[in-house]
């Protein structure tokens, strides 16, 4: 029977509440098959993405992460701003980078966190202005991030976080050396919102410039 015949027995009175409860389940199953990226992990794969992001084999680990995080060196045309890196988080990556980032973390506490809260997409995005740069800090708003498969991707939530101000005697910093002024941008998503194909991240700088970067969503786990 296909949709139209599903959809001609819901409207009928003697169906009742059952049909209506079937058409949801239904209805959530076929957003979840057109979903690009896997929000439904298996034990089995929450467990080969804990075990990489535990391994020593560094090569291996360096393979599977570069497909999520593109690296961007500080271009030729020295510019004020730049993008340091961008990264597509898929809820299987955030897996492997708590478990490799976490001490002590335990397979049952990767289960558990990716349980909280399974549909997360996270795109990160590094950005950072030039060594001994002397002019003012641009304001946070004026870096942009915006992800796109033919239009805009609007995401559920957007945080805005210093990691090193050498400006301010105040700075956060997640490192020793605080030389650069480096800000992350944290877009989130969640999995249903991306379709299969590939994704676009634009990320807009001051001073007018701009970068573009890509993936290729049915590649990522």
């Known amino acids: 029977m296909g949709i ?5 027995l819901a409207i009928s009175p003697a169906r009742g509440v059952h049909i209506q409860v079937f058409l ?6 076929l957003a979840l098959k057109a979903s690009a990226v896997n929000s439904s ?3 089995e794969e929450v467990q080969d993405a804990y075990s990489l992001g535990q391994t020593s084999n560094h090569e291996e680990l360096a393979d599977f992460l570069n497909q999520y995080e593109h690296d961007f060196k500080y271009p030729a045309d020295n510019p004020v701003a730049y993008v340091q890196s961008v990264e597509f988080q898929t809820p299987y990556e955030q897996i492997v980078l708590r478990a490799m980032r976490t001490i002590g973390y335990s397979k049952f506490k990767a289960d558990e966190d990716y349980r909280a809260n399974p549909g997360l ?6 950005v950072a202005l030039k060594l001994n ?8 708003d004026s870096f942009q991030v915006v992800a796109s498969q033919t239009k805009p991707i609007e ?6 976080n210093l990691i090193c101000d050498p400006y301010s005697l105040f700075s956060p910093t997640v490192s020793n050396d605080c030389s650069i002024y480096t800000r992350e941008i944290l877009l989130s998503f969640d999995a249903v919102q991306f379709a299969p ?3 676009n991240v634009k990320v807009t700088l001051p ?4 970068l573009e970067t890509k993936y290729n969503l049915d590649k990522l786990k």
């Open 4 to 8: 139209r015949g599903i959809l001609a």
């Open 24 to 29: 949801i389940a239904l209805c959530g199953l």
């Open 41 to 43: 992990l298996q034990p």
């Open 121 to 126: 997409i996270i795109v990160r995005v590094v």
């Open 133 to 140: 740069y002397s002019g003012l800090v641009p304001a946070a």
């Open 155 to 160: 995401p559920r939530k957007t945080t805005s």
């Open 197 to 199: 194909g590939r994704a």
């Open 207 to 210: 001073f007018g410039q701009s």
